[in-house]
């Protein structure tokens, strides 16, 4: 079946580091793959998603790229701010499964200022 | 544009019992899909609806049962409450039916705890 999996948190950094958050994905067919990003309290808020190979998505200064070869879609973003402290979640979708999204396990990030 | 909305936030139950969870939609929004997220678990997918038809099910008992009415709005119900249905429950909304390349959008979600 499809699956998702992220690097293992939590991930602690200081305010203008680099982050990068692994996520590699198992699927049949041709995924869309998504980022979403949980704040403290609310629901999910979708931060970036790719519908094909070699797409690269981006929002917030936050980037990901659709690697088909190596079945990733890893997270980065040059320079992290303590409102980016969030739990982070890769997901996929393939064509056939209407609204149902595999999550991976959600990283949590906390920025320190 | 009001967002998808969850009722009640937060809810404390005792097994056994049974339990309803309501979510409207964005306004124009045809498809709801209602997700469990628990911290051992995950987020898992439990159900969608789309015109008032489930067009997926997750792997959940069958205690675990939603509608969806004309206007959209939709309601999920698990019944016979055992310690592991303590969860957030998050409900997503979207325009289209398919192919899903499109956001979901998600409401903040209903916290229940069963004692």
């Known amino acids: 079946g499809d699956s998702v999996t992220q690097m293992e948190g939590p991930v602690t950094l200081s305010e203008e580091a680099f982050l990068t958050i692994n996520c590699t994905y198992t699927a049949t067919g041709y995924p869309s793959l998504f980022w979403y990003v949980q704040y403290p309290g609310e629901g999910l808020q979708l931060l970036l998603k790719?519908?094909?190979?070699?797409d690269k998505g981006s929002n917030k200064g936050f980037e990901a790229t659709y690697r088909k070869e190596t079945t990733s879609f890893h997270l980065e973003k040059g320079s992290v701010q303590v409102s980016d402290s969030a739990v982070y979640f890769c997901a996929l979708s393939v064509e056939t499964s209407g609204s149902r999204l595999t999550f991976g396990e959600g990283t949590q990030l906390t920025v320190n200022p | 544009k009001a967002g998808v909305t969850q009722t009640p936030r937060y809810l404390i139950k005792t097994r056994g019992q049974q339990v309803t969870l309501s979510c409207s939609p964005i306004s124009g929004h045809r498809s709801v899909s209602w997700y469990q997220q628990t911290p051992g678990q995950g987020l898992q997918f439990l159900f969608e609806y789309f015109s008032e038809t489930q067009r997926n099910k997750g792997n959940f008992p069958g205690r675990f049962s939603g509608r969806q009415f004309s206007n959209s709005r939709s309601e999920m119900n698990v019944s016979t409450l055992e310690l592991g249905d303590s969860a957030l429950y998050l409900c997503?909304?979207?325009?289209?039916?398919?192919?899903?390349?499109?956001?979901?959008?998600f409401g903040e979600g209903s916290r229940l705890t069963v004692l």
């Open positions: 790719a519908t094909k190979a070699d």
């Open positions: 997503a909304s979207r325009w289209g039916e398919s192919p899903n390349t499109g956001e979901l959008f």
